[in-house]
């Protein structure tokens, strides 16, 4: 199964709700940058978020249009490390990457996060016949117990999840939980549907600490990592015709 996507989501983040959307995809293939407006269905894509104070960004205009570049797009680019930096290869160790990684790599690792605006790049779910994968950051982290115990996270660790069906924002909202119990936060809302299904379903799967940042904003501090097996009683082509369910990657 593909580890790196060449694809990544722009997830947006209205300032006042705290709520974040799915808008649009960068995909890399064949040497060619594209980038597009997720129009296709409603829960947490570019359609909820223009109802909720969303406007395209000021570089991609026409939310129907497929923008393509040989280079990445000058706004994306602005978001990854200067790689004159003195200390830039340090910084990509710190990122957990190699000298031959690509901008895809970094914009995918450091999530292309400036504090001038609400934007973020996370990886898409990749599904491969039956077997799927994903990664992300817990949402919510400030407002529970995980500075209480990030000390004690190691890489590795297993991550438990509960259903939170009457949850205000999102009635598939996904609690995520040390292996101790403590409440780290959530999936992210965007993640959310799926893993509700994969829950729901009794689908076999794997969650682990992949990474973990005591130093990061509270958004970046840990990340996730989810690897599992689509059962018989759960229908993808479903998932994907579903309008409130989010778009999957197929390998």
């Known amino acids: 199964m593909r580890k790196r996507p060449f694809e990544l989501w722009l997830i947006w983040q209205n300032v006042e709700t705290r ?3 799915h808008v ?3 995909l890399h293939e064949d040497g ?3 980038f597009s407006y997720e129009t296709n269905g409603y829960r947490r894509k570019l359609a909820e978020a223009m109802d909720n104070g969303y406007r395209p960004h000021l570089a991609f205009p026409d939310t129907n249009k497929t923008y393509t570049s040989r280079n990445l797009f000058g706004p994306f680019a602005r978001r990854l490390p200067d790689p004159r930096r003195p200390d830039y290869p340090s910084v990509l160790r710190e990122l957990g990457l190699s000298s031959e990684c690509t901008e895809m790599d970094i914009l995918r690792a450091t999530g292309g996060i400036l504090a001038t605006d609400s934007y ?3 990886s898409p779910i990749l599904v491969e016949n039956n077997l799927f994968d ?3 950051f817990v949402a919510g982290w400030r407002y529970y117990n995980g500075d209480q115990v990030i000390d ?4 590795g660790d297993r991550v438990e999840f509960s259903l939170d069906p009457e949850n205000d924002h999102d009635n598939k909202a996904i609690v995520v939980m040390s292996v101790n119990g403590e409440k780290l ?3 992210p809302a965007f993640y959310s549907g799926w893993m509700y299904e994969v829950i729901e379903k009794k689908c076999n799967y794997q969650a682990k600490v992949w ?3 005591p130093q990061a904003v509270p958004h970046r501090k840990v990340s996730i990592s989810i690897t599992g097996e689509v059962s018989q009683f759960m229908n993808i082509q479903e998932l994907l015709n579903d309008k409130e369910e989010l778009r999957l990657v197929l390998c």
Do not use: P
């Open 19 to 21: 709520q974040r959307y």
């Open 24 to 26: 649009g995809r960068l």
């Open 32 to 34: 060619i940058y594209t």
């Open 120 to 122: 973020e790049f996370v």
């Open 134 to 136: 994903l990664d992300f």
């Open 152 to 155: 004690q996270l190691q890489v």
């Open 185 to 187: 936060g959530f999936i």
């Open 211 to 213: 990474a973990v940042h």
